[in-house]
C-alpha cells in the first residue's frame, strides 16, 4: 500500500506533483483565477467555443426542466430517454455509419469498447503515444498489449507480419488517435487502413482532438481523408470540440450491439443525465452546420496566425501546440512566467507524456479573438528565446 507522505514528498521532488485549483471559464476564451485574476485561458480543449453556446445551455436546462435531472438507472434498464437515442443516430448520421453507442465520458468509452472487442486470444497493436484510457482498456479486455512506434508505418507494417506469421488467424486490433492530444500531429490515416486490410485486422480511431474540428462537416480527420467507411470503430468524445460531456462509438449495427451486451462500462453505470445527451446533440448540429465551418475556419485563422509568430515551418495541422520543455521544472518555471503575463497555458508532465518531454500544451480555440493570440505569440516568442 501507499505511504502517503513518502509517496507524495518523491512526487514533490521530482517536479510531478499535482493539485486542483479552482478556475471559473468565462465565455471569451478568458479564465478567471483563484485569485480573482483573468487570464487568456489556453488550456482548454474546447476547440470550437461550444462549452459556453446558447444552444447548448438551452438544450441543457430545457431537457432538466422537462425529464429531470438524472437518468434514474442504467441505459439497459429504463435509462434510455429520446435524448439518448437521438444522440446516437446524429452521431452514425455525421459519421456515416449503421449505428453509434454513447457512454458516460471518453474514458468510459475507451474502457467498454476495447473490452468489447478484444479477447484473451487477441492483441491490440497501439500507437505508442495512445491516450492513457485506450491502454487502460487493452490492459482490461486480457488482450496482449503491444505497441508500433509513434505514427511509423514501417514499423507497424513489422509488428503486423510478425502478428500474423506467429499466429495466422489471430485476432488484430489495430488503435490509433487521429489528432494526438499532447503533440497535435495527424495519424497517417490513409496507410494505416491500407496495412489494416492487407493484414486482415480491425482498427479503432480515437477522434478525441479531431471531432468538430476537422472535416466539411466537422466529423473528424477521417472524414477529412475520406476513409471513415474503412474503419471499423470511430469513437471519440463529447467533452473536447462539442463542449459538453459524454463519449461515443460509431460502428456496425451488429457491433453496436454487442457493445450494449457486452461493455461493461455502458451496463454498470447509469445513464449520463438526459440533460446531457441533450446538449450533445445540440453540438452536433451546431457542428455540422455552416456556423460550425466558420468557426472551424476562425480556429484554423488563429493556429496560422500563431504559428507563424513562433517562426514554425509550414501550416500547422492542428490547432494543438506543444512546447517542449524537457525538464519537468523548467515546464512548471515556463507555465508560470506566461501566467504572470497574463495566459494559462498547463505544464505537462510524466506519464501523460514521457519523461524528459515535459511541455507546454497551448490550445488556440474559436473562443479566441485575434488580439489574445497576437499577445501570446509575443510572449511565447519572448520565452523560447530566453
Ligand atoms: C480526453 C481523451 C479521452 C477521454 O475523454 P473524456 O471524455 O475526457 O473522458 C479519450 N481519448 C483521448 C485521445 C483523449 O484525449
Not at 506469421?165 to 490509433?176: M, Q, R
Request: proline content about 4%.
Amino acid at each position: 500500500m501507499k505511504n502517503p507522505g513518502q509517496f507524495l514528498s518523491e512526487l514533490k521532488s521530482a517536479g510531478l506533483l499535482r493539485a486542483l485549483r479552482n478556475v471559473d471559464c468565462l465565455p471569451d476564451g478568458m479564465a478567471r483565477m483563484e485569485d480573482g485574476r483573468e487570464v487568456v485561458n489556453l488550456a482548454s480543449n474546447d476547440y470550437l467555443g461550444l462549452a459556453h453556446h446558447p444552444a447548448l445551455a438551452e438544450a441543457f436546462s430545457r431537457a432538466a426542466r422537462d425529464g429531470g435531472a438524472g437518468a434514474m438507472a442504467s441505459r439497459l434498464v429504463t435509462g434510455t430517454r429520446r435524448a439518448h437515442s437521438g444522440l446516437e443516430e446524429a452521431l452514425a448520421d455525421l459519421k456515416g455509419t449503421e449505428a453509434a453507442v454513447s457512454f458516460s465520458s471518453g474514458y468510459a468509452t475507451s474502457l467498454g469498447v476495447i473490452t468489447s472487442i478484444a479477447d484473451r486470444e487477441d492483441t491490440v497493436l497501439m500507437d505508442k503515444l495512445s491516450h492513457a484510457s485506450l491502454i487502460d482498456g487493452a490492459r482490461l479486455s486480457g488482450a496482449r498489449l503491444s505497441t508500433f512506434l509513434h505514427n511509423d508505418m514501417e514499423s507497424l507494417r513489422k509488428k503486423l507480419e510478425h502478428l500474423r506469421s506467429a499466429n495466422p488467424s489471430g485476432g488484430i486490433l489495430v488503435v490509433t488517435e487521429s489528432v494526438f492530444s499532447m503533440d497535435g500531429d495527424r495519424a497517417p490515416l490513409q496507410e494505416i487502413v491500407r496495412l489494416k486490410d492487407e493484414f486482415g485486422a480491425l482498427l479503432l480511431v480515437d477522434e478525441a482532438h479531431g471531432f468538430g474540428v476537422l472535416g466539411e462537416h466537422g466529423a473528424g480527420l477521417a472524414e477529412e481523408l475520406g476513409v471513415s467507411s474503412r474503419i471499423d470503430f470511430q469513437m471519440g468524445t463529447l467533452s473536447k470540440a462539442a463542449g459538453v460531456s459524454g463519449g461515443y462509438v460509431a460502428c456496425s449495427r451488429a457491433w453496436a450491439d454487442v457493445m450494449i451486451n457486452s461493455a461493461r462500462s455502458l451496463i454498470y453505470s447509469t445513464a449520463p443525465p438526459p440533460a446531457l445527451a441533450a446538449a450533445a446533440l445540440a453540438a452536433v448540429e451546431v457542428i455540422r452546420s455552416a456556423e460550425g465551418q466558420e468557426l472551424r475556419r476562425h480556429v484554423s485563422v488563429l493556429a496560422d496566425a500563431l504559428s507563424s509568430a513562433l517562426g514554425m515551418p509550414g501550416r500547422p495541422v492542428s490547432s494543438i501546440f506543444p512546447v517542449v520543455m524537457g525538464e519537468n521544472d523548467a515546464a512548471l518555471a515556463a507555465a508560470g512566467t506566461l501566467l504572470e503575463r497574463g495566459f494559462l497555458a498547463p505544464a505537462i508532465r510524466y506519464p501523460t507524456v514521457p519523461r524528459g518531454t515535459a511541455r507546454l500544451r497551448v490550445t488556440v480555440t474559436a473562443a479566441h479573438r485575434d488580439v489574445q493570440i497576437g499577445r501570446l505569440g509575443k510572449a511565447l516568442a519572448e520565452l523560447l528565446h530566453k
